[in-house]
């Protein structure tokens, strides 16, 4: 048996139970957990309603963990027993164009053939172990610390991809918009700074997260409120900036991005906040303004992302919790009280200890 945070009534609280620990079978790996981040999306997850939810209950959460290789099942000769690893959570068919490439994340068939990312579908990494549905799934950590490499897998990859898709429009005398400076916003402006020249503005409702995108690089910070665009059209001599990244996703963020972006600039949508951003003639964009969503990203980019944090390019702000402390570190997210990211160390008997 294992100790798992598990979902397992629609409305109610995660809770820590025990569930048979998992023994790998052909082509799998089985992970020892050394740590697992804690998300929004999953406050997201668990608050759809009933009829409109799409997984299994119980599910054991956490779409965001590395950990070492505890047992190999039939076949498996990638990784070794021992080795340090994440996990990287989007997973494909394998075999389509874009799985080929790296790009499970957009996979056109895992859905249909119910594969599900672990903590979104299938069992998550908030648990003492984890089963890996194939080696193809791992990237070695190299000597980069668990905690630091936990958030990477989705806080870390998630913007570094949105933010690649814009570097061709992030140049010298660019303004990049990070909005929203919680797990995904501070490590965005870490990668804007390490992989661009643009000026970065953060922007927060929170005086501490603004005060966190200051120290970890951020040029300007803004309260986000009503008159945020004005400022960052001031900022901009009244161009706009040429990237926004929302990572709230609420009506009022999405507000301040249309309004706040230049002519053919870049808005991505990453946070779920149940917003709607018009797009279209008269929609209230700028011209060929170009709006994306993204979905984690690649195999490779993650390889990238930890590769930065292995030069100490980016950091991962966190907080820690033992897993039996999981359930109160959800709370917190939930009412922002976290600055970073939660991190859960489930082999943990206090939440200082690796």
């Not at 089963?131 to 913007?159: F, I, M, Y």
């Not at 970073?340 to 082999?347: D, E, I, S």
Request: net charge negative; hydrophobic share 45%.
């Amino acid at each position: 048996m294992m100790k798992a945070l598990q979902y397992r009534r629609v409305g109610h609280a995660p809770e820590v139970v025990d569930v048979p620990k998992p023994e790998p079978g052909p082509g799998q790996v089985l992970l020892k957990v050394t740590a697992a981040g804690l998300c929004h999306s999953d406050l997201a997850v668990m608050g759809w309603p009933e009829e409109q939810f799409p997984y299994a209950l119980p599910m054991t959460l956490g779409h965001e963990g590395v950990g070492t290789v505890a047992a190999l099942g039939a076949g498996v000769t990638a990784v070794t027993e021992g080795e340090a690893v994440a996990v990287y959570g989007p997973w494909g068919c394998g075999r389509c164009h874009q799985c080929a490439e790296g790009k499970e994340n957009c996979c056109p068939h895992a859905a249909g053939l119910g594969i599900l990312p672990p903590g979104l579908g299938s069992p998550g990494a908030l648990a003492e172990y984890v089963l890996v549905d194939s080696p193809r799934h791992l990237v070695p950590l190299n000597g980069l610390d668990p905690l630091q490499a936990a958030p990477l897998t989705d806080a870390g990859l998630t913007p570094y991809h949105a933010i690649r898709g814009s570097l061709p429009k992030l140049l010298p005398g660019s303004t990049a918009v990070v909005i929203g400076v919680g797990g995904l916003g501070h490590l965005a402006v870490q990668l804007l700074r390490a992989l661009t020249p643009a000026r970065v503005v953060a922007l927060d409702v929170s005086k501490e997260k603004l005060e966190l995108a200051r120290e970890v690089g951020a040029h300007e910070t803004l309260l986000s409120d009503g008159e945020a665009a004005a400022r960052i059209r001031s900022l901009t001599g009244g161009t706009g900036a040429e990237v926004v990244l929302d990572f709230v996703g609420a009506e009022a963020t999405l507000a301040v991005a249309a309004a706040s972006v230049a002519v053919a600039g870049d808005v991505t949508v990453v946070g779920l906040g149940g917003g709607t951003l018009p797009v279209g003639f008269g929609g209230g964009l700028p011209f060929e303004v170009s709006a994306s969503f993204p979905y984690w990203g690649s195999r490779t980019e993650l390889m990238e992302v930890l590769e930065l944090a292995r030069q100490g390019l980016v950091s991962s702000h966190v907080e820690t919790f033992t897993l039996e402390q999981a359930p109160e570190a959800y709370e917190r997210l939930h009412a922002g009280e976290i600055d970073g990211r939660a991190v859960v160390l489930p082999h943990a008997s206090s939440p200082h200890a690796l």
